[in-house]
């Protein structure tokens, strides 16, 4: 296989384009792709000021690296979840400390047990779903610090087989709410910072291969409480069709981004109220976040 | 594991309704739920006469014997394709005869070289398409049939298995048009009879149970020119997913029946034509199949 464009020796071949390149032209390629996701759903203007989400992952550092890359005045923010059990938050620090200070990234880290005085061990004694309780942590720290320092927009690393398949489970439920929302953009409203996924439409393939390329240092170890087996088992099978026909993925995500009015309905929205204790909107006062990690 | 209704040894399990039942219940069971089914979507009014189009394999021939079951006045359709190959067609015209023999239901052929002195395996030399093609034909005669002897609808034999893998293929591409019409019933319009699949919300393992119990006696020549190997994976992953979550594949394809208006396009469809020679409506005069058949 040969480079498409200088016709070098191929280091990556990707049969959704119908193409091969070698390392420098597979680097091009990939932050092109990149740069025309963020064109086409309008998720940052030039130089925008942007917050990335790491989480220590090759997904959000590939996002910090690139977003950095293309001009964008990137910080980088790790929610520290306090998680011991095989070291997973402590090694997920430092493989974001490192990168950060590797790429000259400015890094917060927001350390819950030095916040709340406990971490997601002590929350998760008292809560059966703990993922979804996590993941509500996240986006509340996340939000609120992206709303604080006033960034254009929060960036996580959520990639074109996150969104597949998490389309593919909304319609295997005909989840309306979240059908409505599956956009790697989401606008800024009153007390939320606009979200954006600039990985949306890249494959693990090209993203292992670009970290790789750059000598990312992602951690491997993996939280202790995930079980996503359903999640996991549906990525799976879309890669076996992509296998069988590649460009598949891409096709269904990116066709969806183009069908998403079907799914979004003419009813008012449920009304918000603002937590009285971190001032954002929330269904009830205090909100989750404030009533779990404040005690309010 | 013990019948829901008799306690009595149960002779299927369906995690899907989270039930067993004996054999006599489950035949009550089966047809409880084909006459949901009729009701649910408006197919048939009591008593009506309706076309089955049957194939010889268990779906067409259970439709078939539920539809006479359940009252209403079946007549049945057999569309000899004159597939020498494994003495498909043969073997196929056989299981019918035998069927409708055995059950007294009235069986038309139409014998596709009896009337143009050709099937499909001449066709087939022209064409790549074979499967669209033989689909086509099948389509054409069956409606014509139906309109010609005035049954309310014309009955086809498509399962919960098919109606879902197909819902997973159109929605894999956005496949609009096709997203638009997929309900188990197809209202009648000049020139198109009514149709309907009775079958649609029952699943593989039912329906060959249902014919296990009735002793009949499909066909198990498989058509030499069949080549579904997508249709078939779709199929398989869907299984795979209800193994794990019973219920699933039901869910996905009748919540769908409840949002199918959001494919619908409010633009009006593309100008028919009425075919010179046939007399149906079409794209074009003639029609394709009177082209290809009637060398019109």
């Given at each position: 296989m040969k480079c498409r464009v200088c016709k070098g020796e191929a280091f990556i071949k990707l049969p959704a384009h119908n193409a091969a390149f070698c390392s420098e032209h597979f680097d091009a390629f990939f932050l092109r792709q990149i740069t025309r996701t963020i064109k086409k759903y309008a998720m940052l203007p030039p130089a925008a000021h942007v917050v990335v989400a790491l989480s220590g992952g090759k997904d959000s550092l590939t996002t910090a690296l690139v977003l950095s890359r293309l001009g964008y005045k990137v910080e980088a923010l790790f929610v520290?979840?306090?998680?011991d059990s095989g070291e997973f938050s402590f090694a997920s620090r430092q493989a974001c400390e490192e990168f950060c200070a590797l790429h000259t990234i400015p890094l917060t880290v927001y350390d819950l047990r030095a916040e709340f005085s406990r971490g997601i061990p002590e929350i998760a004694k008292r809560y059966p779903r703990i993922c979804a309780l996590c993941g509500m942590t996240k986006r509340h720290i996340m939000n609120e610090y992206t709303l604080t320092v006033g960034a254009h927009a929060l960036a996580t690393g959520h990639t074109l087989d996150d969104m597949s398949a998490s389309l593919f489970a909304n319609l295997l439920r005909w989840d309306l709410h979240h059908l409505a929302k599956g956009l790697p953009v989401l606008p800024s409203e009153d007390g939320f910072a606009k979200k954006i996924k600039?990985?949306?439409?890249?494959g693990e393939k090209e993203i292992r291969a670009f970290a790789q390329l750059h000598g990312l240092k992602p951690v491997e170890a993996v939280c202790p409480y995930a079980k996503e087996a359903k999640f996991k088992r549906y990525k799976a099978m879309l890669s076996e069709l992509e296998e069988k026909s590649p460009g598949l993925k891409r096709a269904f995500y990116e066709g969806y981004t183009e069908q998403v009015?079907?799914?979004?309905?003419?009813t008012a929205r449920p009304p918000r109220v603002t937590c009285a204790v971190c001032g954002l909107p929330a269904a009830?006062?205090?909100c989750t976040f404030c009533r779990i990690w404040r005690n309010a």
């Open positions: 520290d979840l306090g998680i600039p990985l949306a439409l890249q009015h079907r799914f979004k309905e003419k009830a006062s205090p």
